[in-house]
Every structure is written in C-alpha cells, then in structure tokens.
C-alpha cells in the first residue's frame, strides 16, 4: 500500500523553526520528485519547495525563499522541510506529495499525497 506520513507539525512562535518529515511506506521515494504544499483555511493551496529524484535540484515558492530548506535521505525513505523565521502566514496544514519532477509538479503533477500535518505560527 502507498502510503506518506508527514509529521513535526505543531505550534511554535513567530521567528521560531520546525523541521516537517515525509516519510514513505509500500515504495521507494528515490524514484520520485517530493513536493510540500500547504493550505490555510480560507485560501487556496499553495506550492512550498520540491526536491528532485534524480540530482537533488530543489524550487521553493517565493514566500518561503530564504527561510525554508528542503531535503532527502533516501536510505530513510523520507524527505524533510526545514523551516526557519515562521511567520504567521505560514500557518497551515502542510503536505508532501509524489510528482514526476519539480519543473512540473505545481498545482496538477502531484500523484499521490499523505494526510497533512498541522504547523501553526502564534504567539
């Protein structure tokens, strides 16, 4: 069964990090292009970064360039978002998701994505 778990969400203060997991069950993540997207009540979702399968090329939304990192570990089957200086806006449920390749993957290259881990921004 195909299956990803995203978690490390939670409530942290703005200026604060988080570091989110992906992890994959029933296959292998080295074939795969991982993309986090999020999405916050009341708006649409929104692309965060992308990882390539292949030689590790990442993209990241203009909002989160500078402050997010993402990352691989292939022996762990399992992809990280490192999220340093959180704002507010950043507050939403994040997902990671299966895509053929990052120059394609935002909004409909997307194959299969987990249940969502909750990251909230607050004082």
């Known amino acids: 069964q195909v299956q990803l778990v995203e978690s490390g969400g939670g409530l942290v203060q703005p200026g604060g990090s988080l570091r989110l997991s992906c992890a994959a069950s029933?296959?292998?993540?080295?074939?795969?292009?991982i993309g986090w997207f999020r999405q916050a009540p009341g708006k649409e979702r929104e692309g965060v970064s992308c990882?390539?399968?292949?030689?590790?090329?990442?993209w990241y939304g203009d909002s989160v360039k500078g402050r997010f990192t993402i990352s691989r570990d292939n022996a762990k089957n399992t992809v990280y978002l490192q999220m340093n200086s959180l704002k507010p806006e950043d507050t939403a449920v994040y997902y990671c998701?299966?895509?053929?390749?990052?120059?394609?993957?935002?909004?409909?290259?997307?194959?299969?994505w987990g249940q969502g881990t909750q990251v909230t921004v607050s004082l």
């Open positions: 998701a299966t895509a053929k390749g990052c120059g394609s993957w935002w909004p409909d290259g997307m194959d299969y």
């Open positions: 029933g296959f292998k993540l080295d074939y795969y292009a």
């Open positions: 990882i390539s399968s292949s030689n590790g090329n990442t």
